[in-house]
Structures are given as C-alpha cells and as structure tokens.
C-alpha cells in the first residue's frame, strides 16, 4: 500500500521537553513538507525539503527542527523552544504539483 | 507578502441547495491554485487550476480561476451530508512552496 503515515496518533508533551514526530512515504515523492493546523485555522508551513539533506525553513519554523537524511522519511521535532506546541501536524509530500497528506498528529502539551 | 483569504469562513446549508466557496489571492511568482476537502484529519485532493476560464469538474463540484481578477471558485450544487468538511485553497508559488487560506467550514443539515 502506497502512502503516507505518521506516528504517533496522539502525543502528549510535558512543558520543556522535546517530541519528535515521524513522517514516512514510500511513493517515492523528492519532496516533503510540514504544516501546523490551529482550530479555525488553515495550515502553515513549518520546513519543506525539496530533496535528501535539503531542507529549507517556511513561515513559522522557530522552535522546531527537521532532517531528510532519507527520502522516505522527514522527521520533525518540536523542542522547548516553541512557546506554544500544541496543535495538529500534518505532513504532506510530493511529486511536483498535488500534495498528498498524512493522517496527522495531535500535540498536546500539559 | 503573500496571502490567501477564503470567504466565507463558515456556512450552514440545507441538503439540495448549492453553495459557492471564494479564494482571492496575492501571491508573487503563481504557479497553481489547488483545493482540498479536509472532512477530519487528512486534506484530500479535489481540484488543480492553472490557466484562467477553464473549469473543471467532477461530479456536482466544479471550480473555476480568475488570473486577471486573482481568485477562484469552489461550487457544490444538490448538496449531501456527506459534503459537510472544511473546504481549503492553497497557492503553490514557485517551485515548492504552498499558501494555504484559513479554510470554509460547510455543514450541510439533513
């Protein structure tokens, strides 16, 4: 089965540590993308990576950190320094044009 | 700076009517407008437009993009239950980067 999964379903975060969400595909997209979705809100991009080892920051990417050390996988972490982590993260990937979104994860932080 | 705004932002309607959803954009260096129907968790793909005046259809929904006029959009005639979701335009400028709109939120009452 081609796609996209993400782990965990649902994560809970104590304030100050940090979590590392994973994204896998296996439909062989070069690029990748992170969103953060807030209630009543659209999506906005955290990090994309057009290609392995390349990854460039979007709109709202302080306080988190990514790597694509294979083309399958573009793992995100969300650290301490984000001041307000919880939210439902979506990850996306692409062939060129249409994205193709993962299942998501809802963080929660207590 | 680019931005993408959808209007309405929510809309309560009874099954059997139609309901036209807006996108307006400003976006530097346009490549594709794309729409998505986000119904719990993962967006799924509905639409891609890219030349103004062509609309394109699938079933009882069908979209239309305005270049000149910079926006598009989203229709849905004989509406079903099934159709309630968050409906969300994204601008892909560039090579790899998307602007998504905060989204419309249909709910559509039996």
């Known amino acids: 089965d081609g796609g996209i999964t993400q782990s965990p379903k649902y994560l809970f975060r104590k304030e100050g540590q940090n979590v590392t969400l994973s994204c896998e595909q296996n439909l062989n997209h070069d690029a990748m993308y992170w969103y953060r979705q807030d209630p009543g809100q659209g999506l906005r991009l955290i990090y994309y990576?057009?290609?392995?080892?390349?990854?460039q920051k979007g709109d709202i990417a302080e306080g988190y950190s990514v790597s694509r050390e294979k083309k399958e996988s573009f793992p995100l972490t969300v650290t301490s320094a984000q001041k307000n982590p919880t939210a439902f993260y979506l990850c996306a990937s692409s062939p060129g044009v249409e994205q193709f979104f993962g299942p998501g994860t809802r963080l929660t932080v207590l | 700076e680019d931005k993408v705004v959808q209007s309405p932002l929510s809309l309560v309607v009874h099954e059997g009517d139609t309901v036209t959803l807006n996108c307006s954009y400003e976006?530097?260096?346009?490549?594709?407008l794309l729409w998505y129907k986000q119904e719990k968790k993962a967006p799924t793909f509905l639409f891609m437009l890219t030349s103004s005046g062509i609309e394109k259809k699938s079933g009882r929904l069908s979209s239309i993009l305005d270049k000149k006029e910079l926006f598009s959009i989203l229709n849905i005639t004989a509406t079903q239950t099934g159709d309630s979701a968050v409906y969300l335009c994204a601008l892909l400028s560039g090579t790899y980067k998307y602007i998504f709109g905060t989204g419309t939120r249909l709910k559509v009452l039996a």
């Open positions: 976006v530097t260096n346009f490549r594709s």
């Open positions: 990576s057009q290609i392995v080892n390349d990854f």
